[in-house]
Nanobody
Framework: QVQLVESGGGLVQPGGSLRLSCAAS????????MAWYRQAPGKQRELVAA???????NYADSVKGRFTISRDNAKNTVYLQMDSLKPEDTAVYYC??????????WGQGTQVTVSS
């Protein structure tokens, strides 16, 4: 059983920065696709950023140039560096580990609030 534990969320002013972390248990981290999703109130969950086992990255258009996803396979941890935050980035952010339909795990989520 895989466990994903997110941390790093909080309240930040517009233009500020936060770094989210997601620590994973188990031995498959280094071969898994890791991603961050977010869900704002009343909206569907959306992909924010993803990183393959080989380090290739993909970002939602709304966060390109502001967010950076990275991974440390030695620590079984994926990060999301969020800069130039906007109020519309306010959401619960979820970490996802994916290899197949039967290997698809989610963290509990961490709240990010961007407000003055």
């Amino acid at each position: 059983q895989v466990q994903l534990v997110e941390s790093g969320g909080g309240l930040v002013q517009p233009g500020g920065s936060l770094r989210l972390s997601c620590a994973a248990s188990g031995s498959r981290f280094r071969v898994s696709l890791m991603a961050w999703y977010r869900q704002a109130p009343g909206k569907q969950r959306e992909l924010v950023a993803a990183i393959t086992s080989g380090g290739n990255t993909n970002y939602a258009d709304s966060v390109k140039g502001r967010f950076t996803i990275s991974r440390d396979n030695a620590k079984n941890t994926v990060y999301l560096q969020m800069d130039s935050l906007k109020p519309e980035d306010t959401a619960v952010y979820y970490c996802n580990m994916y290899m197949s339909k039967t290997f698809d795990y989610w963290g509990q989520g961490t709240q990010v609030t961007v407000s003055s």
